[in-house]
């Protein structure tokens, strides 16, 4: 049996760091700061309101309208540091408080989503123009 030398163990932790540390800072590369972040929201796919993600200390609380069928309704977004977390809506309409319990969200892959009206929450960030492109095979 052989046994590892140190400049095995050093290059099997160098290889191990640098794939951990990739992962945790890439994502942060293909969005430029808070400040262009949108928060979207969409009901049954299409979008119908788009505003900005304020990175403030107070609690900013910003008011939508949309319609179920017929009846139009308000919504309340509680924006915060960057973060969005959308107010229970009302209990004819969605009937379980699962969208209110999702929490802050802050990045583009997190979403709030209320059913069963099919009320979709995400966040949307500008994307930075890179010089490189990567071709693999």
């Known amino acids: 049996m052989k ?28 969005t430029d700061s808070d400040s262009d972040k949108y928060i979207v929201i969409n009901i049954d796919g299409k979008e ?11 609690l900013y609380l910003q008011e939508f309208t949309f319609f179920v069928g017929d009846i139009e309704y308000t919504a309340v977004l509680e924006i915060k540091e960057g973060k969005t977390r959308l107010k229970r809506l009302p209990n004819n309409i969605v009937p379980l408080p699962i969208h209110s319990d999702m929490g802050w969200i802050s990045e583009p892959h997190q979403m ?26």
Do not use: C, Q
Not at 3 to 30: E, N, R
Not at 48 to 58: A, D, M, V
Not at 112 to 137: Q, T, Y
């Open 3 to 30: 046994h590892f030398t140190i400049y095995d163990k050093i290059l099997i932790f160098t290889i191990a760091s640098i794939s951990i540390l990739s992962m945790l800072f890439i994502p942060f590369l293909f």
């Open 48 to 58: 119908i309101h788009r505003f900005h993600l304020i990175n403030e200390n107070e």
């Open 112 to 137: 709030i989503i209320a059913l069963p009206i099919k009320l979709v929450i995400n966040i949307e960030g500008i994307e930075k123009e890179h010089d490189i492109d990567i071709i693999s095979h």
